[in-house]
């Protein structure tokens, strides 16, 4: 059953992205507001189509940030991007320069306004996600920055990299961790029925340094995660 399930819901999923991503080109001529209309429809289908076809729903827990905030989530799957567009309105993310590269998805994340990196850039890098970040929270929106820059599967060692500390010691902001348990429905094709959790967790305030802010960020994130993946 789960094998059949998870074969409709790819089938879904490809035929959705697929026909959004051919319908909605207009959008990209058009302001950011239609792009971010496109974008969220595009969400929306694929975790109903979850629900319905793989049996798999979602749970929100603590206080989404509302407007500009630095939010830094564990990822597990895909289903995070998904979850945290749609909860976080109008959200920016950080993510690889290759995906601008993607054709359409790269079209559409560029006209959505993502902050992209050149992880081989260093500094100049920091520099230039710091101030598309600073730019982003002013304009009112909440920055997404995965901190271990890549999916991890449950129970993998934290790999927490440095880019996270860079911004919230640069720019003065308090930091919301967000802890989750979708790798342990969501595991590369398939597709196990059940709910994810999705937990917000209190913010840290600005004013640690660098060293202090990694060790509570991972502590925070990594404690939550491993409740949630340990609950029946």
């Known amino acids: 059953m789960i094998l059949l399930r998870s074969t409709l819901y790819f089938l879904w999923f490809i035929t959705v992205s697929v026909m959004m991503h051919i319908a909605a080109l207009p959008a990209l ?25 793989g049996g798999l729903d979602y749970e929100v827990r603590g206080e989404v940030p509302k407007g500009g905030a630095l939010v830094a989530a564990k990822h597990m ?3 995070d991007t998904l979850a945290l567009y749609l909860l976080l ?5 950080v993510l690889k320069k290759e995906l601008l590269a993607i054709p359409f998805y790269g079209w559409f994340v560029k006209k959505a306004g993502m902050i992209a990196i050149d992880r081989a850039g260093h500094a100049s890098a920091l520099r230039k996600m710091a101030a598309a970040v600073k730019e982003a929270v002013a304009g009112g929106h909440a920055v997404v920055i995965f901190p271990e820059g890549t999916r991890k599967k449950p129970g993998a060692p934290p790999d927490y990299k440095p880019g996270v500390a860079a911004l919230y010691t640069q720019l003065g902001l308090p930091c919301v961790p967000v802890a989750l348990n979708s790798g342990r429905y969501w595991q590369g094709f398939t597709r196990k029925p059940g709910t994810i959790v999705i937990e917000f967790l209190p913010a840290i305030p600005p004013g640690l340094d660098r060293r202090q802010f990694m060790a509570t960020l991972e502590s925070r994130i990594e404690t939550a995660t491993a409740k949630l993946l340990a609950q029946p």
Request: aromatic share 16%; hydrophobic share 65%; charged share 15%.
């Open 89 to 93: 309105h109008d959200a920016r993310f």
């Open 77 to 79: 799957s895909m289903w």
């Open 29 to 53: 001529l058009m302001p950011p507001a239609a792009t971010l209309f496109a974008a969220r429809l595009w969400c929306k289908l694929l975790l109903w189509g979850l629900k319905v076809i």
